[in-house]
């Protein structure tokens, strides 16, 4: 079946450190490959995303590269703020009907200035 | 102008009774989603909607009914609600060639 698995949380870092959150995948085909942020009492926002191999999706400076050979999607951004403690998810889902996004665990980030 | 928008937020009932939730997008998505996220935060498809036909039905118990009217709300109804229905449900939207979903807030239920 198809699946996502992330790294276990939580991440604590200190402002300014750099932050990688890995996510590897399974699916059956040729996914696309997502990255969200839940902020504290809200709802989910895509960070980025890629839809084929070799893409690299970033937004805000995280950053995440489709690698299909190792099937991963693993996040990263050079310089965390206090502002990025949240819960991350990867997910991915297929362009077919009768599809929808498959999520992670989900990674919570706790930054402290 | 929220995009995605679900009422109520927060939802607080008793074991045995009927409540629904509801939810509109303005974005002209044809896809539509129900998801269920547990006390871990872990995030599961219940429901999908495409131009007012259901699509995806996942294993979930049938006190929980999806509903339609048109593309641009999906209301979740639940009967006889029980402790362990306690959780966030977010509604979201997609266009059928994307799957880029956008999520509304969530409504919170608690079932006491």
């Known amino acids: 079946g198809n699946s996502v698995t992330q790294m276990e949380g939580p991440v604590t870092l200190s402002e300014e450190a750099f932050l990688t959150i890995n996510c590897t995948y399974t699916a059956t085909g040729y996914p696309s490959l997502f990255w969200y942020v839940q902020y504290p009492g809200e709802g989910l926002q895509l960070l980025l995303k890629a839809t084929k191999a070799d893409d690299k999706g970033s937004n805000k400076g995280f950053e995440a590269t489709y690698r299909k050979e190792t099937t991963s999607f693993h996040l990263e951004k050079g310089s965390v703020q206090v502002s990025d403690s949240a819960v991350y998810f990867c997910?991915?889902?297929?362009?077919?009907?009768?599809?929808?996004?498959?999520f992670g665990k989900g990674t919570t980030l706790s930054v402290s200035s | 102008d929220t995009a995605v928008s679900q009422t109520p937020k927060y939802l607080v009932t008793q074991m045995g009774n009927d409540k629904s939730i509801k939810c509109e997008q303005n974005?002209?998505?044809?896809?539509m989603y129900w998801y269920k996220q547990d006390s871990k935060k872990f995030l599961k498809i219940m429901f999908s909607y495409n131009n007012k036909e259901l699509i995806i039905n996942e294993t979930v118990p049938n006190r929980f009914s999806p509903k339609s009217p048109d593309k641009a709300h999906l209301n979740l109804h639940i009967n006889s609600l029980e402790l362990g229905d306690s959780a966030v449900y977010f509604c979201?939207?997609?266009?059928?060639?994307?799957?880029?979903?956008?999520f509304g807030q969530g409504t919170r239920l608690t079932v006491v």
């Open positions: 997910a991915l889902t297929f362009n077919q009907a009768g599809t929808a996004l498959i």
């Open positions: 979201a939207s997609s266009r059928s060639d994307t799957r880029e979903a956008f």
């Open positions: 974005l002209g998505h044809d896809t």
